[in-house]
């Protein structure tokens, strides 16, 4: 194994993600009417979305895949992209948005750093939504290293969070 680069400089973040999906409405049914992302443009094939604003975190795109079917299982390609609400009860609401869709989860986790709903969008694109847990409440081993875990998610007790 070659030796990393200098680490990337702490304030980059991921900009969007650009899916490419199957049909653009059935996708907007997702991504605008159940998790409540706005519509910033949208043109021929193509539809950017946006929290609070931006340009776009989200876009779709049909230029390759208009009327495509999802990737095999067993096949390289996006694992999932992963939408980071503020806190706890925003997520709350996203998992009330998804029951009441009707959309089945594929997986919900406390990662002891986070706490995590997985599904899937309408062509089959992993999706995770979670909110990250204070950095003091994050578990470490005795010598102070990130310690991450895979628990079950007391979804029960995320639908109790009221805003």
Known sequence: MSTPARPIHPATRIGHVHLKVADIDRALGFWRDVLGFEVMQQREGAVFLSAGGYHHHIALN??????????????????????????????????????????????????????????????????????????EEWPRTAEGALSMITKRLDLDALLAERQ
């Open 62 to 135: 049909t230029w390759e895949s208009k009327g495509g079917s999802a990737p095999a299982p067993g096949t390289t390609g996006l694992y999932h992209v992963a939408i980071l609400y503020p806190d706890r009860t925003m997520l709350a609401d996203a998992l009330r948005r998804v029951q009441a869709a009707g959309i089945r989860l594929d997986g919900a986790s406390d990662h002891g750093v986070s706490e995590a709903l997985y599904l899937r969008d309408p062509d089959g694109n992993g999706v995770e939504l979670y909110r990250d847990k204070p950095k």
